[in-house]
């Protein structure tokens, strides 16, 4: 069974900091990962990520995929209060029903 | 990247009743898709919609409590059927080709 998983859940840190989220993944067939920023109902989309080492950049975020250790990240610069959302990682695979699978997402707070 | 629209964007409904989401894409996109997020949970993939054909189920899902329809290349419908109040759920409909999903604004179910 196809499982994303991402840490931390939940972060709080205060506005001008920098984050890292983090999305481990098991799937079969791997093909890509994404990143989404969910606010209130429909989540955003941010970056697709396919080749490893090659770090995507929007802004003061970005993300990089290690497709070895099974894994990626997603960094925020200096952090704003409007950057406050729940983040998601999904993987998609060649297998199933070619959806996405959703890890937990991480709750990121950011405070003045 | 495509702009997805639903309708109703929220709802309250009766046990027992049935309702049909609408999901409509502004352009031809290959594949179709119904998650649904339960509160504080992620996204969990229904079922992809299959153009001219049955949807294909993912596990824990059946099509005669989620019939979905898919007549052509832009809209889809999915139909929450009997429902109780564990239903209750955001339910969002996602479009796209290739490895890239774009999501629509999501329908809030409440069922009483």
């Known amino acids: 069974e196809d499982k994303v998983v991402q840490s931390p859940l939940s972060l709080v840190v205060h506005e001008g900091d920098t984050v890292t989220l983090n999305c481990s993944y098991e799937v079969t067939n791997f093909r890509s990962l994404l990143w989404y920023k969910q606010e209130k109902k429909a989540p955003t989309f941010l970056f697709m990520l396919?080749?490893?080492?090659i770090e995507k950049k929007s802004g003061r975020l970005s993300s990089i995929l290690d497709k070895k250790e099974l894994f990626s990240i997603l960094n925020i610069t200096a952090t704003q209060t409007g950057d406050s959302a729940i983040y998601l990682c999904?993987?998609?695979?060649?297998?199933?029903?070619?959806?996405?699978?959703f890890g937990k997402g991480t709750h990121l707070i950011i405070q003045p | 990247s495509a702009v997805i629209s639903q309708k109703p964007s929220r709802d309250i409904c009766q046990r027992g009743t049935s309702l049909t989401i609408q999901c409509q894409v502004d352009s031809q996109v290959t594949m179709m898709f119904w998650y649904r997020q339960q509160p504080g949970q992620s996204l969990t993939l229904i079922a992809t919609a299959n153009q001219g054909s049955e949807a294909t189920y993912e596990s824990g899902f059946v099509i005669d409590k989620f019939p979905i329809s898919r007549p052509n290349l832009t809209f889809s419908t999915l139909t929450v059927s009997n429902m109780s109040p564990e239903d209750s759920s955001i339910y969002l409909c996602?479009?796209?080709?290739?490895?890239?999903?774009?999501f629509g604004p999501g329908t809030r179910l409440t069922v009483l």
């Open positions: 396919t080749s490893s080492g």
């Open positions: 996602s479009a796209g080709h290739s490895d890239t999903q774009y």
């Open positions: 999904g993987s998609y695979s060649g297998g199933g029903a070619d959806g996405l699978t």
